[in-house]
């Protein structure tokens, strides 16, 4: 929610070093995805499938440094607030979003007045962003079983049998792509509806106080 | 090697006017295929020509166009290939045999008794129709019996042709006929037999030349060495007629590459120089064939190497993007042809729609979602500082007055 302060306790540096790669990837390979799914434009073929392939080892890194870096990174608890504690534990279920998941809903779909209580992230924003790490290794799972190197690796080879080829695994990698297209939207929205103080803490690393 | 083994081959070589060189050439793209070092060549070529006995063969049809029969019967001019199937001593083919009717029939029982011989089955085995869909003048012996019979008591089975590796296009969505693959039937039969899997559509004679030098030759006639002598890739898929998970041997030599890694268009490939007309000058060019729906990156087959139809050229040499004919449940996989992708058989009102018009519609679909969503949420005043929050959780409303709540 916003009405409150945003202090650089929420996104220490470091995750906004994260963030930054997150983002710079994810750009980075959904254009180069876009073009190698269709090449819409002449003579960047190999610069697109390079860049995805750089890309895709950077951001398979930096999700498991994010991921490590929650057990001893210390964020703020609390929404508008300096109190720390390890960030792993604004992942977990966490006290302040009991009973809140069905409130949310309700209140993004216009069935209640009042925003909702919650704890740094609120309980579908926590939903989401614990999503974005099995299906970010599920695309990479997806993106190595039509890589020319690892395809014949028996566990990618396998799962290229199981899924009938090659062709299905594309379509698959492909899809997927569109689901963090919609999540980034989806997330994007959701971060700055009040206003763009999320982002000037998270991207320039600004704290303002409402 | 310089000098001349004077064998039934040499003779053969000579009569049709193939010359030592071509035939050493030849030996040498044998040896490719095997997944051996062109070195080898004198090799296989001492073996053919030291070659005496002739191996017995059934070529056996199933459900079947005929093209890889016409692949292979190539005559009319002089090719090794069609030298080298003449080790083979077909007994029965149906296509281009002499015999017919009972004494026919009677070829495939006596062999069948004697042994020691090869099947070459082309097309699909076609289920359906209690199996009827394959028979001809004598109802009670469907095409399924034939295939159980032949197989039963043969050194190898080499399915021929993607129909009889896994139906081919015969199974094809909706599959009417039941159609499946040669190893898929005889797993189900519980019939033993080593089957050899030779997809592409049709078949490439020079890839049962290949191995019909490795059985023969290499190993002797000897399966159980053949087996062990040869590179295989194992390609396991659901077959959906016998419903079960079939592993395909294939030889690693033939089918352990993409298409597009061996293309001569790859170069353009990575220079993002694309065709985007059939026809066009860019095709004349060589550019590459992607956008015009090449699926070369998704099928693994040597045609780049061997080539075909006397290793003149070959689809994407020839401007014709891959179909990818040679892997498995192709038709379904690669339709429609001239698409990057195949389309998604969604059935009912959808029918068949791409991979792209379905992820448009869904981010078209979210992104008009969230601008409603964000003029919803202006028009209730909540953009700017937010809503006003609640003072405790509606959980807690309802009950905290009672049970004490979360809090
Ligand atoms: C995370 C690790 C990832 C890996 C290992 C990976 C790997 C690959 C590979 C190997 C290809 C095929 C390139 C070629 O054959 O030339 C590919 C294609 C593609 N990738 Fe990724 N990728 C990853 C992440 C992503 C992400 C996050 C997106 C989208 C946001 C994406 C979108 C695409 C698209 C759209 C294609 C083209 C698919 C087609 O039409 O055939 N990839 N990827
Ligand atoms: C248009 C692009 C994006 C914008 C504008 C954006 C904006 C933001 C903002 C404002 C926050 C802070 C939210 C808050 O404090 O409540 C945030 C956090 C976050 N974003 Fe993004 N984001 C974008 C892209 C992405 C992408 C592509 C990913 C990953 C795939 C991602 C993953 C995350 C995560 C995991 C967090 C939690 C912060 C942390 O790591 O500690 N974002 N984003
Ligand atoms: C400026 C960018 C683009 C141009 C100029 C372009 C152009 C084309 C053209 C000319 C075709 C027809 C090809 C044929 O007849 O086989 C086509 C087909 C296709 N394009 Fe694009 N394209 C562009 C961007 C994209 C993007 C971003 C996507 C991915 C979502 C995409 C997905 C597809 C798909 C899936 C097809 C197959 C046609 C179908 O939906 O049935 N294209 N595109
Ligand atoms: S023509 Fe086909 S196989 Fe050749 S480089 Fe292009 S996409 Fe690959
Ligand atoms: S190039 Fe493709 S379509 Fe042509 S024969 Fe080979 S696998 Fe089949």
Redesign the interface.
């Known amino acids: 929610?916003?009405?409150h302060a945003h202090y650089r306790e929420a996104h220490p540096l470091v995750f906004v070093i994260t963030h930054y790669i997150n983002l710079i990837c994810m750009i980075m390979l959904a254009f180069s995805g876009f073009y190698i799914?269709?090449?819409f434009?002449?003579?960047?073929?190999?610069?697109?499938?390079g860049m995805h392939f750089v890309a895709m080892y950077v951001i398979i890194i930096n999700l498991t440094y994010r991921i490590i870096a929650a057990f001893f990174v210390k964020t703020a608890t609390q929404l508008g607030s300096r109190e720390v504690d390890t960030d792993i534990k604004n992942w977990l279920p966490q006290?302040e979003n009991?009973?809140?998941l069905f409130?949310t809903v309700k209140?993004?779909l216009?069935f209640?007045?009042?925003?909702?209580?919650s704890a740094k992230y609120g309980s579908l924003q926590k939903i989401a962003y614990l999503a974005t790490i099995p299906l970010t290794y599920l695309q990479a799972y997806t993106g190595f079983a039509i890589y020319?190197p690892t395809m014949n690796m028996g566990i990618f080879s396998?799962g290229l049998?199981?899924v009938?080829?090659?062709?299905?695994m594309?379509?698959i990698h492909?899809?997927m792509?569109?689901v963090f297209?919609?999540f980034t939207?989806?997330h994007a929205?959701l971060a700055n509806?009040?206003?763009l103080n999320p982002s000037k803490i998270i991207f320039l690393w600004k704290e303002t106080d409402? | 090697m310089a000098q001349e083994a004077h064998g039934a081959l040499h003779d053969l070589l000579e009569v049709r006017g193939v010359t030592r060189r071509d035939f050493l050439k030849y030996c040498g793209s044998v040896a490719a295929m095997l997944g051996l070092s062109e070195t080898m060549a004198p090799q296989i070529a001492a073996a053919l020509e030291g070659a005496q006995k002739l191996l017995p063969a059934l070529w056996i049809n199933g459900g079947s166009c005929t093209g890889c029969t016409e692949s292979i019967a190539q005559v009319d001019s002089p090719d090794v290939a069609t030298i080298v199937l003449d080790y083979l001593s077909f007994e029965y083919f149906e296509t281009i045999m002499a015999t017919a009717g009972t004494q026919a029939e009677h070829n495939i029982t006596k062999r069948v008794e004697e042994g020691g011989y090869i099947v070459i089955y082309e097309g699909s085995v076609m289920t359906g129709f209690e199996g009827r869909a394959q028979t001809a003048g004598t109802p009670d012996k469907t095409g399924l019996a034939i295939l159980e019979e032949v197989a039963s008591n043969a050194l190898a089975v080499i399915a021929v042709g993607s129909c009889a590796v896994d139906g081919g296009w015969v199974k094809a969505h909706p599959n009417p006929a039941g159609a499946t693959g040669v190893a898929a039937w005889l797993q189900k039969q519980n019939i033993k037999t080593p089957v050899v899997n030779l997809p592409t559509c049709p078949v490439n004679p020079e890839w049962i030349v290949a191995m019909v030098v490795q059985l023969l030759l290499v190993a002797d006639r000897d399966v159980d060495k053949f087996v062990a002598a040869t590179k295989w890739v194992t390609r396991e898929y659901a077959d959906e007629v016998t419903d079960a998970s079939v592993s395909l041997l294939m030889p690693a030599g033939i089918y352990g590459q993409s298409i597009h890694d061996n293309c001569p268009r790859r170069g353009h490939f990575e220079n993002g120089e694309f065709v985007d007309v059939l026809g066009s000058e860019q095709e004349a060019m060589g550019y590459c064939l992607y956008k015009v729906g090449c699926k070369g990156p998704q099928t693994f087959t040597q045609c780049p190497v061997t080539r075909w139809n006397r290793r003149v050229s070959w689809c994407v040499e020839a401007g014709s993007p891959c179909i990818g004919c040679g892997g498995l449940n192709w038709v379904d996989n690669n339709a429609p042809f001239l698409m990057r992708m195949s389309d998604m058989q969604l059935g009912g009102a959808l029918g068949n729609v791409q991979p792209g018009t379905v992820g448009a519609v869904v981010g078209g679909v979210a992104a008009a979602a969230l601008v409603a969503h964000g003029l919803g949420m202006k028009a209730a005043g909540r953009v700017g500082d937010g809503p006003p929050m609640e003072t405790a959780k509606a959980y807690d409303r309802k009950r905290g007055a009672k049970k004490g709540g979360d809090k």
Do not use: C, L, T
Request: proline share 4%; aromatic share 20%.
């Open positions: 929610m916003s009405g799914h269709f090449p434009f002449n003579g960047f073929m190999g610069v697109a499938r006290e009991k009973h809140q409130e209140y993004y216009f209640r007045k009042e925003g909702v209580i020319g396998g049998d199981m009938g080829g090659p062709m299905n594309r379509i492909y899809f792509m569109w297209i919609v939207m989806i929205y509806i009040y206003n409402h």
